[in-house]
T-cell receptor, first 110, second 114 residues
Framework: KNEVEQSPQNLTAQEGEFITINCSYS?????LHWLQQHPGGGIVSLFM???GKKKHGRLIATINIQEKHSSLHITASHPRDSAVYIC????????????FGQGTRLTINP | DAGVIQSPRHEVTEMGQEVTLRCKPI?????LFWYRQTMMRGLELLIY????????DSGMPEDRFSAKMPNASFSTLKIQPSEPRDSAVYFC????????????FGPGTRLTVL
C-alpha cells in the first residue's frame, strides 16, 4: 500500500461544478502539499498545510491530522482548472523528503 | 527572479550515452531536490542537497546515476551509461530554509533514451 493515496484517479466534470479531490496518508507528517501539473508538464505548488484550512481564490484545501486525510476543493470549476492534482506529504521521519500520491487527473468540460 | 531553470528541456539520446541534466536554483534557496516522474511510478525523489551538500541520495536508482552541486548556483544530474528505462521527466525543485516553505519546481527535462 502506498503511503499516500489519492482519489479519484480520474475525474471529469462540467464547468461550474464543485470539485473535491481526496488524499489519505499513512505516516505522521509535518506538512502536506497540493501541487498542480498542467498538460504542458510544469508543476506549481498550490498549498502547503500543517493544520486546518487554506483558501486561495476558488481553491480550498483542508486537512484533518487525526484522520490523516486532506481534501482539495475547487468551486465554480472552469476548463482552465483541467490538470493533474498531486498530493505530497513530508513525513516526520523523512525531514525534507516529499512522498507523492499518484495524482488525480481532472478534466472540466465547457 | 526567473525561477528554477533547467536545461536542456528535451533530450533524446541513444542507449549507452552519457546524459547530463542541469539546474540553476532560485537565488538564496538552500535546498535543491531532483525528482523523476514516470507514468508507472509518478514523482519520486532521487536526491536532495542542503547548502550544496548531498543529504539523502537513497532515491538514486543505481550507480549509473550521480548528482553534484559544486556551488549554490548550479547542480547537475548525470546518467552514465543511459538505458531506455531511464526515459522520464526529471524535475529540479528548490526552497528556502524555512521549515514550512513551499518548493518551487523547474520546468523539467524530458529525457528519451532510445
Amino acid at each position: 500500500k502506498n503511503e499516500v493515496e489519492q482519489s479519484p484517479q480520474n475525474l471529469t466534470a462540467q464547468e461550474g461544478e464543485f470539485i473535491t479531490i481526496n488524499c489519505s496518508y499513512s505516516v505522521g507528517i509535518s506538512a502536506l502539499h497540493w501541487l498542480q501539473q498542467h498538460p504542458g508538464g510544469g508543476i506549481v505548488s498550490l498549498f502547503m498545510l500543517s493544520s486546518g484550512k487554506k483558501k486561495h481564490g476558488r481553491l480550498i484545501a483542508t486537512i484533518n491530522i487525526q484522520e490523516k486525510h486532506s481534501s482539495l476543493h475547487i468551486t465554480a470549476s472552469h476548463p482552465r482548472d483541467s490538470a493533474v492534482y498531486i498530493c505530497a506529504v513530508r513525513s516526520i521521519q523523512g525531514a525534507q523528503k516529499l512522498v507523492f500520491g499518484q495524482g488525480t487527473r481532472l478534466t472540466i468540460n465547457p | 527572479d526567473a525561477g528554477v531553470i533547467q536545461s536542456p528541456r528535451h533530450e533524446v539520446t541513444e542507449m549507452g550515452q552519457e546524459v547530463t541534466l542541469r539546474c540553476k536554483p532560485i537565488s538564496g534557496h538552500d535546498y535543491l531536490f531532483w525528482y523523476r516522474q514516470t507514468m508507472m511510478r509518478g514523482l519520486e525523489l532521487l536526491i536532495y542537497f542542503n547548502n550544496n551538500v548531498p543529504i539523502d541520495d537513497s532515491g538514486m536508482p543505481e550507480d549509473r546515476f550521480s548528482a553534484k552541486m559544486p556551488n549554490a548556483s548550479f547542480s547537475t544530474l548525470k546518467i552514465q551509461p543511459s538505458e531506455p528505462r531511464d526515459s522520464a521527466v526529471y524535475f529540479c525543485a528548490t526552497r528556502d530554509r524555512g521549515a514550512y516553505n513551499e518548493q518551487f519546481f523547474g520546468p523539467g527535462t524530458r529525457l528519451t533514451v532510445l
